[in-house]
């Protein structure tokens, strides 16, 4: 059963080119590290917001420079 995840398909001849199969880019590695990473830090942000405004003590990363 794991051989058919892990079993690639022979690769095919392009006029006579051996072309590679399709992998992500630099630029796609940037999008996904945007797409799922700055959400990830706003989320972050807002909580540790809140529990600053419910507890007054300050708790996020920013309180090493606001001190």
């Known amino acids: 059963m ?21 992998r992500l880019t630099g630029m796609g590695w940037l999008l996904i590290l945007l797409y799922l990473g ?3 830090m706003m989320i972050g942000g807002v909580l540790d917001f809140i529990l600053q405004a ?7 990363v920013w309180c090493l420079f606001l001190k």
Request: charge should be positive.
């Open 2 to 22: 794991i051989k058919r995840f892990f079993n690639s398909t022979p690769r095919e001849l392009i006029l006579g080119r051996d072309i590679p199969s399709p």
């Open 54 to 60: 419910i507890t007054g003590e300050c708790v996020g």
């Open 38 to 40: 700055v959400p990830a």
